[in-house]
């Protein structure tokens, strides 16, 4: 099993048991990596804080509630190009992947970042959250 798929299975596990097989989740997970287009979790982020949505990202980092977003602000924060990249990775259309992200990433970037604050470490600190909530 690749790193990918241990860390996909974990973020699956994080998020209630959404399974690894889900070829969103792993596309969603290779963009978490400090070396991705987006620069991980971090970018993300920033990304988000960027294109004009910082108050509800920031409530997914926060240790408050998380505030929804709608598909249209899914693509808003990641923009198009990403949002189709993503879509041709998991082999959805754009609709599809800006639908479930918008359910996906807010309980994503809560687990994430349970101090209220992004912390710099990529995978590894997404596995190695995962594994002490999971005990893999």
């Given at each position: 099993?690749?790193?990918?798929?241990?860390v996909?299975?974990?973020?699956?596990g994080?998020?209630?048991?959404?399974?690894?097989?889900?070829?969103?989740?792993?596309?969603?997970?290779?963009?978490?990596?400090?070396?991705?287009?987006?620069?991980?979790?971090?970018?993300?982020?920033?990304?988000?804080?960027?294109?004009?949505?910082?108050?509800?990202?920031?409530?997914?980092?926060?240790?408050?509630?998380?505030?929804?977003?709608?598909?249209?602000?899914?693509?808003?924060?990641?923009?198009?190009?990403?949002?189709?990249?993503?879509?041709?990775?998991?082999?959805?259309?754009?609709?599809?992947?800006?639908?479930?992200?918008?359910?996906?990433?807010?309980?994503?970037?809560?687990?994430?970042?349970?101090?209220?604050?992004?912390?710099?470490?990529?995978?590894?600190?997404?596995?190695?959250?995962?594994?002490?909530?999971?005990?893999?």
């Amino acid at each position: 099993m690749s790193l990918l798929d241990q860390v996909t299975g974990a973020v699956g596990g994080l998020l209630g048991g959404q399974g690894g097989d889900n070829p969103l989740l792993k596309a969603l997970t290779g963009l978490l990596g400090q070396n991705s287009a987006i620069g991980g979790l971090g970018g993300l982020v920033q990304a988000f804080q960027q294109n004009g949505l910082g108050e509800i990202v920031n409530s997914w980092v926060g240790t408050g509630q998380n505030l929804p977003a709608t598909p249209s602000q899914i693509e808003q924060g990641l923009g198009s190009d990403l949002l189709k990249q993503l879509a041709g990775q998991a082999g959805l259309s754009p609709s599809a992947v800006s639908s479930q992200l918008g359910g996906l990433l807010p309980n994503l970037i809560d687990k994430l970042t349970p101090n209220g604050k992004v912390e710099a470490g990529g995978l590894d600190q997404l596995l190695k959250l995962a594994q002490g909530k999971l005990g893999i």
